[in-house]
T-cell receptor
């Protein structure tokens, strides 16, 4: 299995631009999570999906952030407009669920907003 | 109060030393427990699950104390390659909560 696949690996953009991060979970996993990691705040859960349905988006910082999962093999996290404080590593992770809760991470997207 | 609390370290130990990390969790309804390892600029990776009876995987031993709501990780005969950040993780109703991590530096 290829594991969780994220793209791009690195994104550098200017303040005010739209940023879209992409994730392909492991096939057969029912849960998909988006995390953000910074030195100051550690790993923060932004949103998670179960069977493509958003379950908890209480960690999404504000309306500039949105996430979708149109099908079982693809999810996006969008930031519009981006701000310098959004600079962080964004991880996507998936989990089988159904009592097998182990979490598997993608390699992350390093986002820099100038 | 944070869901999961860990000592950030760093723990600086010589090769061959035994080192122990603890973490505490705040919600007694937490259901499953894990240690993850994260190398610099990499994604977290599962090191081991933690069971109430305690479990061992080679040089690594994990313990769970539900009454006191703490989790421990013991590393014996530490290697240079053990240098990393160790993240304590709890799961409750399919939601994973991460500690901020404990940094370990193993020196030659």
């Amino acid at each position: 299995d290829a594991g969780v696949i994220q793209s791009p690996r690195h994104e550098v953009t200017e303040m005010g631009q739209e940023v879209t991060l992409r994730c392909k979970p492991i096939s057969g996993h029912d849960y998909l999570f988006w995390y953000r990691q910074t030195m100051m705040r550690g790993l923060e859960l932004l949103i998670y999906f179960n069977n493509n349905v958003p379950i908890d988006d209480s960690g999404m910082p504000e309306d500039r952030f949105s996430a979708k999962m149109p099908n079982a093999s693809f999810s996006t996290l969008k930031i519009q407009p981006s701000e310098p404080r959004d600079s962080a590593v964004y991880f996507c992770a998936s989990s089988p669920g159904q009592g097998r809760e182990k979490l598997f991470f993608g390699s992350g997207t390093q986002l820099s907003v100038l | 109060r944070k869901e999961v609390e860990q000592d950030p370290g760093p723990f600086n130990v010589p090769e061959g030393a035994t080192v122990a990390f603890n973490c505490t969790y705040s919600n007694s309804a937490s259901q499953s427990f894990f240690w993850y390892r994260q190398d610099c600029r990499k994604e977290p990776k599962l090191l081991m699950s933690v069971y109430s009876s305690g479990n061992e995987d080679g040089r690594f031993t994990a313990q769970l104390n539900r009454a006191s709501q703490y989790i421990s990780l013991l590393i014996r005969d530490s290697k240079l390659s053990d240098s990393a950040t160790y993240l304590c993780v709890v799961n409750r109703f399919n939601k994973f909560y991460f500690g901020s991590g404990t940094k370990l530096n193993v020196k030659p």
